[in-house]
């Protein structure tokens, strides 16, 4: 059974970073693209940011360019999104996910129950 589950969401001041972490188990996702998408209230889910799981290349949405890193550990199956200068925008729940289509794909087949993020201003 394929299982992705966040964690390290918070309550946290504009300025902050957090490190939010997605534990993959139950298959080998080594040929599958990784993301993190993200959900505010009242608002539609929006892709944050993509990582090939082999080859490591990137993709994220402008808004959080040069404050967000998404990155991997192939030995622990853990992927993170490390977030800096956090804004009261980033609130959201965020959500990783797994898909086997290109990077630029907004197509998933496997989803996280996500983590809530909270930025006060």
């Known amino acids: 059974q394929v299982q992705l589950v966040e964690s390290g969401g918070g309550l946290v001041q504009a300025g902050d970073s957090l490190r939010l972490s997605c534990v993959v188990s139950?298959?080998?996702?080594?040929?599958?693209?990784m993301g993190w998408f993200r959900q505010a209230p009242g608002k539609e889910r929006e892709f944050v940011a993509a990582?090939?799981?082999?080859?490591?290349?990137?993709l994220y949405i402008d808004s959080v360019k040069g404050r967000f890193t998404i990155s991997r550990d192939n030995a622990k199956n853990i992927v993170y999104l490390q977030m800096n200068s956090l804004k009261p925008e980033d609130t959201a729940v965020y959500y990783c996910?797994?898909?086997?289509?290109?990077?630029?794909?907004?197509?998933?087949?496997?989803w996280g129950q996500g983590t809530q993020v909270t930025v006060s201003s």
């Open positions: 996910a797994a898909g086997s289509r290109g990077l630029s794909s907004l197509s998933y087949d496997y």
């Open positions: 139950g298959r080998t996702f080594s040929s599958y693209k």
């Open positions: 990582m090939q799981w082999r080859g490591g290349q990137t």
